[in-house]
Every structure is written in structure tokens, then in C-alpha cells.
T-cell receptor, first 114, second 111 residues
Framework: KAGVTQTPRYLIKTRGQQVTLSCSPISGHRSVSWYQQTPGQGLQFLFEYFSETQRNKGNFPGRFSGRQFSNSRSEMNVSTLELGDSALYLC?????????????FGPGTRLLVL | GQQLNQSPQSMFIQEGEDVSMNCTSSSIFNTWLWYKQDPGEGPVLLIALYKAGELTSNGRLTAQFGITRKDSFLNISASIPSDVGIYFCAGWASGNTPLVFGKGTRLSVIA
């Protein structure tokens, strides 16, 4: 079974631009969560999608948004990029979401904002 | 918001030594998880703990869910070079709250 895939793996943008990252969950998984990882703040939860609906949201500004498609693939978008948005963005999938299930992480998309 | 305090931040140990790291919180968590992250990869789940007091092993790894529900520890016995990486604790307070991560323990093993 293929794991969680994320595209692109690396991205360089400039301040003010916007970016879209993609995540394909493991086949059959309907829950997709997104995390931002930085050296200073560690792994921070962005949002979770289940059956095309945002089910939970972390403490990030509205510039960060996401969506999920009917095939469970998910995208996250960051508008008006700031230098501080440079980070590794990870997505994780699980069957239904929730604390009793294992979340499987993708390799991440490393975003550099110049 | 909820935070997990993970220590130590980094460790340098000799191959064959045992390692211990822990995670504490000011609030109660109902699930504790331990992940390992290798360079260029996403975190991989090592051990999941669902009951206070639970002690679970996975090979050379042993983790415990603290009886107060506010802490957890991970032990690695007889470390080997491939144990190198960053270890994260994570916790769920409840089903409606997001997973919260500690800031990680960077482990280096000297052969």
C-alpha cells in the first residue's frame, strides 16, 4: 500500500506570493491533518479535514487555508507569504481521525520564503 | 494553549547505552504517543499509550503513560547507530482537540 505522498517536496517563494501544497493520503483514509514544523516552534497543528469538511483548526491566521476533495486528497494554501512561513509542512492521514488511530505522516514539503 | 515540555532537548550517547527521555504537561492527556523523525522524512509512530499507568514495549523501546495523565517517558535500551534521529512525544487531550507535540529530543549515537 502506498504511503502518504506530498507534492512538491521543495518550494522557494518570495514574500507576498501565495502557495498551494498537495497531500494524497493512504488509500482508504478519509482524515487528513496538516502540520507546520519549524526549529523554534516544533510541530504545530494547522487543520484537519474529514469527508471534505474541516473538522478542527489550529491557531494560525486566515492566510492559511485548506480543502479536501471527494477522493480525500487535500490541499493547503498560504496566501501573502511571510518570511516566517518558511517551514516543513507535513500532512498525516488516518482512517477516520481521532486519538485511537495511528496517523501516518508524509515526507513533507519544505517551503522557503525569501 | 496546551503544551508538552519534552526533555532533554538533545543527547549524545555511546552505542550500547540506554536512553531515557520524558514529556510533561500541566494538563491531562488521554493518549500519549511517541514518534521518531529521520532527516528528510515525516514522523513515524513508535508507541501509542491509551491508559494511565500503561507500560508498552516495541523491541528495545519502552514507554509509559504516567499515572497522573500529565507525563510520559520513553526508554531505549542498548542503543545502536540507527537510533539516531529526533524523538517526539505527542498527546491527545480529547477526541475534539488536535494532537499536540513536544519540541523533540535529538539523539546522537557515537559508535
Amino acid at each position: 500500500k502506498a504511503g502518504v505522498t506530498q507534492t512538491p517536496r521543495y518550494l522557494i517563494k518570495t514574500r507576498g506570493q501565495q502557495v498551494t501544497l498537495s497531500c494524497s493520503p493512504i488509500s482508504g483514509h478519509r482524515s487528513v491533518s496538516w502540520y507546520q514544523q519549524t526549529p523554534g516552534q516544533g510541530l504545530q497543528f494547522l487543520f484537519e479535514y474529514f469527508s471534505e469538511t474541516q473538522r478542527n483548526k489550529g491557531n494560525f491566521p486566515g492566510r492559511f487555508s485548506g480543502r479536501q476533495f471527494s477522493n480525500s486528497r487535500s490541499e493547503m494554501n498560504v496566501s501573502t507569504l511571510e518570511l516566517g512561513d518558511s517551514a516543513l509542512y507535513l500532512c498525516a492521514s488516518s482512517l477516520q481521525g481521532g486519538p485511537q488511530e495511528t496517523q501516518y505522516f508524509g515526507p513533507g514539503t519544505r517551503l522557503l520564503v525569501l | 494553549g496546551q503544551q508538552l515540555n519534552q526533555s532533554p532537548q538533545s543527547m549524545f550517547i555511546q552505542e550500547g547505552e540506554d536512553v531515557s527521555m520524558n514529556c510533561t504537561s500541566s494538563s491531562i492527556f488521554n493518549t500519549w504517543l511517541w514518534y521518531k523523525q529521520d532527516p528528510g522524512e515525516g514522523p513515524v509512530l513508535l508507541i501509542a499509550l491509551y491508559k494511565a499507568g500503561e507500560l508498552t514495549s516495541n523491541g528495545r523501546l519502552t514507554a509509559q503513560f504516567g499515572i497522573t495523565r500529565k507525563d510520559s517517558f520513553l526508554n531505549i535500551s542498548a542503543s545502536i547507530p540507527s537510533d539516531v534521529g529526533i524523538y517526539f512525544c505527542a498527546g491527545w487531550a480529547s477526541g475534539n482537540t488536535p494532537l499536540v507535540f513536544g519540541k523533540g529530543t535529538r539523539l546522537s549515537v557515537i559508535a
